[in-house]
């Protein structure tokens, strides 16, 4: 069944579907959440490798902490806004020591030219 909605503009065609294409849709639907639901089922069955991934994480972000500093005393989300913030300065200090590096370096060849 085909309906038309008339506009100043244009004319437009709607499909409405008869009530097997919803039936077949919905059993697709149905189909796909039973696939769903036991691939869901089969990866619980793996717990043993979730709970290595787990501990793995869990020491990961104990080893953070300790480079932090001040990280055991935060959370995961505060521990991990802390590390952006302290790679940040970490890289500012690396700038900084390069640019003090060959300023010194840039002296000592002047004083070598002046005999110095």
Not at 16 to 43: D, N, Y
Not at 56 to 67: C, G, S
Request: charged share 30%.
């Amino acid at each position: 069944m085909e309906k038309t909605l008339a506009t100043s503009d244009n004319t437009r065609s709607i499909s409405v579907l008869p009530s097997a294409a919803v039936k077949s849709r919905a059993a697709g639907f149905e189909r796909r959440t039973k696939r769903r639901l036991s691939q869901t089922k089969a990866s619980v069955c793996v717990s043993g490798e979730e709970e290595d991934d787990e501990e793995e994480v869990k020491e990961k972000i104990e080893a953070l902490q300790r480079i932090i500093p001040g990280g055991t005393a935060l959370g995961v989300d505060a521990l991990f806004e802390e590390t952006a913030g302290y790679i940040m300065s970490l890289q500012c200090q690396i700038k900084t020591i390069k640019v003090l590096t060959s300023f010194i370096q840039r002296l000592d060849k002047q004083d070598m030219k002046f005999g110095g």
